[in-house]
T-cell receptor
């Protein structure tokens, strides 16, 4: 079955520290991959996406993600976290011949001063 | 102005009532989607529509119905609301570029629905 796993429900990091949010997927073939962010009380904003080509993709707000086919992973990273990054982050996949997104359950990020 | 709008933004209703949530978009996209979000469960797809004449059930369509009145409008109805339909509901759109297209979804701000 197709699925997305975000192993960490809640992560707390200090402001200025580096961040890595994990995402693993189970899919029959290489899907399209996405990271979305949801700030408190807000809708979902697309951070970045991977379709093909370079496995390291750059997104908005200084985020990047690396697609690793061998590990079925698409982890999100940021070298230095800002207090405004506190939000919930969702990894999602979509099949190359389908229109529907499958979401992970999300990782809530808290940032300590 | 926002590209994807949802009305109402908040709604409290009672068990058994019929309620409609509306979504409008100015992005000119063909595809529209309805999701619900529950704490700890992420987003789950309720219904989706690839064009005005195409409506498809998603993962959790029971208890819901939809109407695609125009390319820009996609409504979600709860015919007889029940408390476990209390959730945050999101509409999304995508341009739609064929089966092999690399389609990105853009989300509205959400509607918080409470069923008492």
């Amino acid at each position: 079955a197709q699925s997305v796993t975000q192993p960490d429900i809640h992560i707390t990091v200090s402001e200025g520290a580096s961040l890595e949010l994990r995402c693993n997927y189970s899919y029959g073939a290489t899907p399209y991959l996405f990271w979305y962010v949801q700030s408190p009380g807000q809708g979902l904003q697309l951070l970045l996406k991977y379709f093909s080509g370079d496995t390291l993709v750059q997104g908005i707000k200084g985020f990047e993600a690396e697609f690793k086919r061998s590990q079925s992973s698409f982890n999100l990273r940021k070298p230095s976290v800002h207090w405004s990054d506190a939000a919930e982050y969702f990894c999602a996949v979509r099949g190359r011949s389908q229109g529907n997104l499958i979401f992970g359950k999300g990782t809530k990020l808290s940032v300590k001063p | 102005d926002a590209d994807v709008t949802q009305t109402p933004r908040n709604r409290i209703t009672k068990t058994g009532k019929r309620i409609m949530l509306e979504c409008s978009q100015t992005k000119g996209h063909d595809r529209m989607y309805w999701y619900r979000q529950d704490p700890g469960l992420g987003l789950r797809l309720i219904y989706y529509s690839f064009d005005v004449k195409d409506i498809n059930k998603g993962e959790i369509s029971d208890g819901y119905s939809v109407s695609r009145q125009a390319q820009a409008k996609f409504s979600l109805s709860l015919e007889s609301a029940i408390p476990n339909q209390t959730a945050l509901y999101f509409c999304a759109t995508s341009v739609g570029s064929g089966l092999a297209g690399s389609d990105t979804q853009y989300f509205g701000p959400g509607t918080r629905l409470t069923v008492l």
